[in-house]
């Protein structure tokens, strides 16, 4: 077995031990989060907090930290923010910033937290810039292997058909916002690893 894997393995027993399921688990960030109707039903028996706001920026969120995080003293967050940024757009270097600005604010003041960053999806209506989401999700995964606080997860596989294509019907016509099919494909994919990773009992989610 490698030092990385026995590193992995020992982040993975860290987290579950020091879990407290009597605390929310905070999903905070843009339209992807907010817009995700259903997704309480993928974490049955947990406390689920859905504070995301559409339209947000990783300025946005960080602004508003208190507000939409900290004030509800969860054990976790899950973190989707940056797809607005590189829209507008704010330089890569600003948008790696706030995040990981975002996380040390939080792992400040919110000592045992769990920090899950869900990488900024490669949308096709952002297909000329998927360099700049690339760079924003390598930085941030780079970061994530220094501290063992934080869990990158990687959501693009689930977007892309085997042949590299995007799977079209997971998106509206805007071809940037989620259909329930893709939100069903994404907490499908989603749910098991951050139970696997924060300690969560394994539970078959409600029927839709």
Known sequence: MSVRDVTNRLKKYLWKVSGDSSKPIVFVGSSIIALWKSLPRYFPGTRILNTAVCGAQTGDILARLDELVIDHEPWAVCYYCGSNDINSPIPVDTIIANILETHHRLSRQLPNLK???LSIIRAPQKKDRWHLVDQ?????????????????????????????????????????????????????????????????????????
């Open 115 to 117: 920090f899950v960053y």
């Open 136 to 208: 924003v999700n390598l930085a941030v995964q780079q970061h994530s292997t220094t501290r063992r606080d934080f869990r990158f997860i990687d959501i693009n596989p689930v977007f892309f058909n085997h042949d590299s294509s995007p799977r079209l019907d997971f998106y509206e016509e805007d071809q940037l916002h989620l259909t329930a099919k893709g939100y069903a494909a994404l907490g499908a994919y989603l749910a098991p690893i951050i139970r696997l990773d924060v300690g969560l009992q394994a539970t078959r989610p409600d029927a839709p």
